[in-house]
């Protein structure tokens, strides 16, 4: 073998390099053993604070030499093959900036009624298309100003030199662009810095090309609502003065009555249905509000007991409302009639944290600002601040520091000198965070926030401070948490069926292969191996997704050497040599590895190219299984079998067990003459499944739909179907509840609130989800989802998805799916020069996509219903690499016996070539299948969908390889020959 020095090298240089990595997952999970051990009682009882803070104490610590390098543990974390987050926990979130503010920023907030309209109906029209909020801006003002230039809203003091007078609206609709894609960036470079310095290892962030949201995976998390308050928040930073509720007591009173008019019935929102039709000044609206209130309860009316409490703090000190009612109160303050009843200089801001009352409730404490003419200008902004950082104050409490430059000094001074025995607030983010009493001019830059602050909540808002502001406000408009319980359960069924599948093709491999099965699992073991070791180097890491590729590589990675022990099996019964057979196995079987493996790893970069969160870490592995298993299969096995077979001819090497010696070798079956019928059986098969997807539709998953789904557990069995009657009412019909891998856990999805986004509808929806299934079983919830006690029930993961990012995902996957046929149809028709090979490929692969949709509508009317999600356009993607690989395999060997023959006798030449290649397709669509077959058995129910459209796929795509693609070729070849020959006979008689 030429360049056997060469593999050796590179496998050496391979293998010391994976072990050098996936060292340092050996030496973090030795330590996390220890930390485990540390916080283990006698009991056996583990306690997790004592566990992080080992943990914690040697973070920054040397505890890994290497050849003199020594690595502290933070190293170690950062170099580890870490566990996505489905396999350990953790938090998924998707971002979206907001345009909103950035385009009222550039106009410089105008008062242009028409400008103003035009904004808050993009923002509307923004949440369910997914077009871009420029475009939706532009149309809307277009429609609302159709006389009106852009121009003439922002050729501002502030813009000039880039809009004037004379810009284009499409001059400045790029230049609004531009400030969008710029604040974007920014942002990302902004939560990068936050994300770093949150503490959590291997965190994830990226940018969502072509459109304005950023991934974010931090794995291990369980403080979910630290992470949302750290990732949303603008850091607009501001300092107000307070005004007293003695000074606008009237403008407050009236909103009082708003919410006691609000708060008499258990209707929602009441105040919402008052009408406020010509309603002139204070008195119609009082009137119109104790109207309202004695319809919905007159025995309720001037009762005291249901208004807000007065004098929270000190007399005449803000309101303070119960922390339940403040989404009703938010409703209140919208109304534009209740809001014109405020001072026009005065705004209404929530403080950050709620107070404990003695009985027990929470009250929140809403405060008045003063501002200047109603602008959103403070006195002083927090662009100032150049330092910020974590203290104690004078009472040990957990406070922040700041350190302002000379300007914000000067304000400072000036704004604290104005405001002695008063209150200045501090807000962030339109929260108030403190509103401390000034005793005397500060006359120095550095200052002081204190607070109700946790320790970690003061660290979290000096890192805020510190990183910078975000641009412009950032929305969560996906998410998914994973709880620690779950996800162990998912890594144990994944590497159960890693376990199972390579077994089985151990032993079938040598029981059919005899020493060559040996030196096939030998190139497997490496093959994961070097997965493995390039996950680990890339610092990639390993999802359920990418365990489900590694079980899939492994029946798949086998293909390449079945077709070289298959080919030096024929050349065997040829009559040739074994070295000449070795030699003329691995030269013939090379172009249809290779056509294979390149069409499959097409697949896998476009599902990296076009995939998002689960579907790329899946791309991720097969595209490294797929380089890897070329090498290993086609490189290695080689230079094994060189070494097996030194005495040439006459050594021991054998590549079939007797039994299988001359299976599927002599087969002389007549496929093409059925091509008719399989013609009827596919499209009849298909007809029926896209018929009952018609009828009653297909399951489509949070993914493609939106909505928030919450996965539930229970400590005994229960029945979906009555958890789900009692919450029909709750979310009122919207909402499905399914057993989800166990008969205790379930799965709970509804588009209740589907295209709200905001913290408060989260809040709202779970609060229905937990308060419904308490109702129904009479059990309480519990944050303790580890050990779940008798009467108990918790939430072990959620995910929500927002309507805009499900359209979104929609489109990707559909352009995957175009982009997959688009590129294989290229390749075949470059590597086989003939249009008709390509073009019966693609509709091959359509019949396949078809069929598996088609199978997955009739399972669904015999009870037995799967998603259809990104997991699930995943799965028709590999089912389209793999159904490309059986089918280039056959013309392969037709493009062969073409070359050999010619074209006499077509159906002949394609009946030999499928027969000649049967073994090899039977083979590997058997191994393949004993995986699969493993992955939906033990793979869990977040990998159910996709195990089951894989089964069907390797199935339809072994079929479908013989009696679809091939045949058309037949059809199409034998429709152009008999053309050139009519036209050869038409020449002859002129």
Known sequence: MQNKGVIVFLTVIVTALCLYYLSFTFVSNNIQKEAQEYATDASGNVDFSKRQSYLDSIWRAPVYNFLGADFTFQEVKETELGLGLDLQGGMHVTLAVSPVEIVKGLAGNPKDVAFNKSVEEAREEAKTSTTKYVDLFYAAFQKNSPDKKLSGIFATAANRGRISLESSDSEIIEIIDNEIENAIERSFNILRTRIDRFGTSQPNIQRIQGSGRIQIELPGVDNQERVRNLLQGVAKLQFWEVVETNEIGSALELVNN???????????????????????????????????????????????????????????????????????INRILKNTDYKALLPRDIKLLWGVKPFAAEDGSETLELFAIKTERGTDEAPLEGDVVTDARQVLDQTSRPAVSMQMNADGARKWRKLTSENIG???????????????????????????????????????????????????????????????????????????????????????????????????????????????????????????????????????????NV????????????????????????????????????????????????GQGPVKGFAIVLMIGIASSF????????????????????????????????????????????????????????????????????????????????????????????????????????????????????????????????AASNLEVESKVKEGIASVTGLTFTDDAVSLAAGQFAITGSSKVGATVADDIKASSAEAMIAALVA?????????????????????????????????????????????????????????????NDTVIVFDRIRENIENRGTNKLVKVFNDAINQTLGRTLITSFTTLIVVIVLLIFGGEVLRGFSFALFIGVLVGTYSSIYIATPIVVDLMKRELDQENAAKEAKKLA
């Open 258 to 328: 708003a919410w006691v008019a609000a708060n008499a019935s258990s209707e929602t929102a009441a105040a919402d249905t008052v009408s406020t039709e010509n309603l002139t000044g204070e008195d119609s609206l009082r009137n119109a509000l104790e109207k309202q209130l004695a319809q919905i309860d007159p025995t309720k009316a001037g009762d005291n007991s249901v208004s807000p409490l007065f004098s929270l703090l000190k007399p005449n000190y803000g309101l303070a409302y119960e922390l339940r009612d403040t989404m009703a």
């Open 422 to 560: 008063r209150r200045i607030a501090v807000v962030l983010d339109d929260y108030v965070y403190t509103a401390p009493v000034v005793n005397g001019e500060i006359p120095t830059g550095q200052s002081e926030i204190s607070g109700n602050f946790s320790l970690q909540e003061a660290q979290d808002l000096a890192n805020i401070l510190k990183s910078g502001s975000l641009p412009a406000p950032t929305q969560i408009v996906e998410e998914s948490i994973i709880g620690p319980t779950l996800g162990k359960e998912a890594l144990n069924q994944g590497l159960i069926s890693m376990v199972a599948g390579l077994s089985i093709v151990v032993l079938f491999m040598i029981a059919y292969y005899a020493k060559g099965g040996f030196i096939a699992i030998a190139a497997l073991v490496f093959n994961i191996f070097f997965i493995l070791g390039i996950l680990a180097q890339l610092g990639t890491a390993l999802t359920l997704p990418g365990i489900a590729g590694i079980v899939l590589t492994i029946g798949m990675s086998i293909d390449a």
């Open 563 to 610: 077709l070289i022990f298959e080919r030096i099996k024929e050349e065997l019964r040829n009559g040739v040599g074994l070295m000449s057979a070795i030699s003329a196995g691995y030269d013939k079987a090379f172009s249809a590895i290779l056509d294979s493996n390149v069409t499959t790893f097409l697949t896998g970069a476009i599902l990296f190219a076009l």
């Open 631 to 758: 090498f290993s299969s086609v490189f290695i096995t080689r230079v094994i079998v060189t070494w097996m077979s030194k005495k040439g001819d006459n050594s021991s090497i054998s590549f079939a067990t007797p039994f299988a010696k001359n299976a599927l070798g002599a087969m002389n079956l007549d496929f093409l003459g059925k091509r008719k019928i399989a013609y009827i059986i596919s499209t009849s098969i298909i007809v029926i499944g896209l018929g009952i997807a018609a009828v009653n539709g297909l399951k489509f998953g949070v993914d493609f739909t939106g909505g928030r789904s919450y996965i539930v557990a229970f400590d005994e069995p229960m029945a979906a179907s009555d958890l789900k009657s009692g919450l029909d009412s709750e979310f009122d019909g919207s909402v499905e509840v399914k057993t989800y891998g166990s008969n205790n856990v379930l799965k709970v999805t509804t588009s209740y609130l589907v295209n709200e986004d905001d």
């Open 824 to 884: 294989i149809f290229l390749y075949i028709l470059l590597r086989f020069r003939k249009w008709q090979f390509s073009l019966a490929s693609i509709i091959a692969l359509i019949h396949d996509t078809l069929f598996v949709i088609a199978a997955f509508a009739i399972a669904s009317a015999f009870g037995a219903t799967f998603e259809i999600d990104q997991v699930f356009i995943a799965a028709v993607l590999t089912v389209i690499g793999y159904s490309i």
